[in-house]
């Protein structure tokens, strides 16, 4: 406990020092791909903006209460349909494999969905350290102290209703292109800002898998065919979780950026497979001084 006070002592010296750390995690992604055989990117016109809420669920298999965040998330998303983004991170001790967990066969619980980025953002966010289930909406309220960013589940439809209608300030479309003979994708990501803003912005992408078949602790009771939901993958951005510069200074209204990826896709993480099928693209745009995304947008990898 002595440890992680002293990390974020420190964390909290930095954050009041500077505006901006970048990467303060340093990460690489091993499976970027060259972009140069990439097609051209096609955009539609948008004329109806919105904001997105972006709803970081952290997760893990051995989380009794865990499910009832995942059920929370799926009521949020069914009241305000295509304003929500939700993503599972499976972190710390509750995410770690446990066979024979609470009984359960010498089979069970031997998933491992825990990944380098989700444990960055866990340390970064301190979930963990708080307890699972927390969640992060836009990430907004960051304080490395007191962790108003985090989020109990009970709260959840309350903080959602409360911030659903934020106007957007800037709109992002992603692009993708998949070849399933190699497994790659090339993702066009570009963005153009409906408000004049200052300030430091990076983009990130993140891989994520829907409608994983597993075990999970459910309040106590070890449920075989639990389905998990949005489960992180990885980060396409090539320098990891913290993402790409996009803009910073003076932004005026109009202001737009493309940026494009390519990435190829495991067989499997860790042993578990990932159907391609099932697969989507989250993108999102945060401020580096606060860490509030200021928008996000998804994309089913196979329509």
Same mark, same amino acid.
């Given at each position: 406990?002595?440890?992680?006070?002293?990390?974020?002592?420190?964390?909290?010296?930095?954050?009041?020092?500077?505006?901006?750390?970048?990467?303060?995690?340093?990460?690489?992604?091993?499976?970027?791909?060259?972009?140069?055989?990439?097609?051209?990117?096609?955009?539609?016109?948008?004329?109806?903006?919105?904001?997105?809420?972006?709803?970081?669920?952290?997760?893990?298999?051995?989380?009794?209460?865990?499910?009832?965040?995942?059920?929370?998330?799926?009521?949020? *998303?069914?009241?305000?349909?295509? !304003?929500?983004?939700? =993503?599972?991170? #499976? &972190?710390?001790?509750? %995410?770690?494999?446990?066979? /024979?967990?609470?009984?359960?066969?010498?089979?069970?619980?031997?998933?491992?969905?825990?990944?380098?980025?989700?444990?960055?953002?866990?340390?970064?966010?301190?979930?963990?350290e708080f307890g699972?289930?927390?969640?992060?909406?836009?990430?907004?309220?960051?304080?490395?102290?007191?962790?108003?960013?985090?989020?109990?589940?009970?709260?959840?439809?309350?903080?959602?209703?409360?911030?659903?209608?934020?106007?957007?300030?800037?709109?992002?479309?992603?692009?993708?292109?998949?070849?399933?003979?190699?497994?790659?994708?090339?993702?066009?990501?570009?963005?153009?800002?409906?408000?004049?803003?200052?300030?430091?912005?990076?983009?990130?992408?993140?891989?994520?898998?829907?409608?994983?078949?597993?075990?999970? *602790?459910?309040i106590g009771v070890? !449920?075989?065919?639990? =389905?998990?939901? #949005? &489960?992180?993958?990885? %980060?396409?951005?090539?320098? /990891?979780?913290?993402?790409?510069?996009?803009?910073?200074?003076?932004?005026?209204?109009?202001?737009?950026?493309?940026?494009?990826?390519?990435?190829?896709?495991?067989?499997?993480?860790?042993?578990?497979?990932?159907?391609?099928?099932?697969?989507?693209?989250?993108?999102?745009?945060?401020?580096?001084?606060?860490?509030?995304?200021?928008q996000s947008e998804?994309?089913?990898?196979?329509?």
């Open positions: 406990m002595r440890k992680f006070f002293f990390i974020f002592f420190a964390l909290s010296i930095i954050f009041t020092s500077c505006d901006y750390i970048q990467n303060p995690y340093p990460e690489g992604n091993l499976n970027v791909s060259d972009t140069s055989s990439c097609p051209p990117a096609q955009f539609p016109l948008v004329t109806d903006h919105f904001k997105k809420i972006l709803i970081e669920d952290f997760t893990g298999h051995t989380c009794g209460n865990c499910p009832k965040a995942a059920k929370e998330l799926y009521s949020i *998303d069914s009241i305000y349909p295509g !304003k929500i983004i939700g =993503i599972g991170l #499976h &972190v710390g001790g509750y %995410a770690a494999p446990a066979p /024979g967990y609470n009984s359960s066969p010498s089979t069970a619980y031997t998933a491992d969905y825990r990944t380098t980025t989700g444990e960055l953002l866990d340390a970064f966010f301190g979930a963990s699972l289930p927390q969640g992060m909406f836009n990430r907004k309220q960051f304080d490395a102290i007191n962790k108003t960013h985090l989020q109990f589940y009970p709260n959840w439809k309350t903080y959602a209703a409360g911030i659903i209608n934020e106007a957007s300030v800037v709109d992002l479309q992603i692009s993708v292109d998949y070849t399933s003979s190699n497994r790659k994708i090339c993702a066009d990501v570009r963005d153009s800002f409906l408000t004049n803003m200052n300030g430091t912005y990076n983009l990130v992408v993140f891989l994520t898998q829907d409608s994983i078949i597993s075990w999970q *602790d459910y070890n !449920k075989a065919d639990y =389905i998990h939901r #949005h &489960v992180f993958r990885d %980060a396409i951005t090539p320098s /990891g979780a913290w993402g790409e510069l996009l803009a910073s200074g003076t932004i005026v209204v109009g202001t737009t950026n493309s940026k494009r990826f390519a990435y190829t896709i495991p067989v499997d993480y860790k042993g578990i497979p990932c159907d391609v099928n099932k697969c989507h693209l989250i993108a999102f745009i945060y401020n580096t001084s606060t860490y509030e995304i200021i998804e994309v089913k990898i196979i329509p």
